[in-house]
């Protein structure tokens, strides 16, 4: 190791940062869960942050909306200005919208709203295909625009959208929407359920200009193993996961397509993985 530390931040009803600090070990980076009853000073000694997903607060108000007012966040903006990174994943991609992290500049400018869905309305959980696009975004990096990996969404509030027209639209015109939800053969998902949500221009993680803070609603922690990705899910990766099915001794299941994220922090971070 190089000495990269991440702090998975846990705030109140936040209960995925076991799985989330796993997945980050796994590539290489020393990692800290960092509770909320500690001092936001103490971020100071670590390199990059994670919001991992929950129900932080019980979702009060709206999803993502008090935590965003924690003392902890208010400081993690600070160093997410200076250029640390910082990923939020479903809760935690709320709580960054919310602080106006994401798309950046200090004040919200879209939402995650209510899933809009035909026939339902609610939680919904599923797998799902999603698009890497062109951008600066750090933790898609070495991955080929294009790409396309499966990967878990469980949320009632992962639509993104604005209040301003086209707002959505212009920012993935501006390199800002590093996931996209996908059909199967990898064109944008413009229907349900390849569109699990009804997000506009069917994005599924936007990040800030600069690419160190990424908000994103699909779960990467909850896809890194092979042996987690879903039977419904083919391609290479439904052949990859068969394959450690049949060879599996016990052991290992093999690095599943959620280890990319991880994978591409490492790397900003100079950790080799």
Known sequence: MNGARVAVLQLPGVNCEHETARALARVGLETEI?????????????????????????????????AAKDPLVESLAGRAEAGAPVLGICNGAQVLVEAGL?????????????????????????WVWCRVEETACVFT????????????????????????????????????????????????????????????????????ERGNVLALMPHPERAA????????????????RDAAFAAADGSSWGDGPGLE??????????VAC
Not at 40 to 63: I, N, T
Not at 225 to 240: A, F, H, N, Y
């Open 261 to 270: 994220l991880f994978r591409g922090l490492a790397r900003h971070l100079g």
């Open 225 to 240: 193993d092979l042996g987690s990705v879903s039977r419904s899910i083919g391609g290479e990766w439904g052949r990859r």
């Open 34 to 66: 960092f509770r909320w009853t500690r001092t936001p000073r103490e971020l100071a000694d670590f390199d990059a942050f994670v919001l991992p997903g929950g129900f932080s607060y019980q979702d009060r108000v709206r999803a993502g909306a008090l």
């Open 141 to 208: 990096r070495g991955l080929t625009p294009g790409t396309l990996l499966p990967l878990p969404v469980a949320h009632a509030e992962g639509r993104f959208t604005s209040a301003k027209r086209r707002r959505i639209a212009k920012l993935v015109e501006a390199g800002q929407a590093p996931f996209r939800y996908a059909t199967p053969a990898g064109q944008p998902a413009a229907n349900h359920p390849d569109n699990p949500n009804g997000s506009e221009e069917a994005v599924a993680g936007l990040c800030n």
């Open 102 to 126: 994401v798309p950046g500049g200090g004040h919200v400018e879209v939402a995650l709203a209510r899933n809009r869905m035909p026939d339902r309305a609610g939680y919904y959980t599923r």
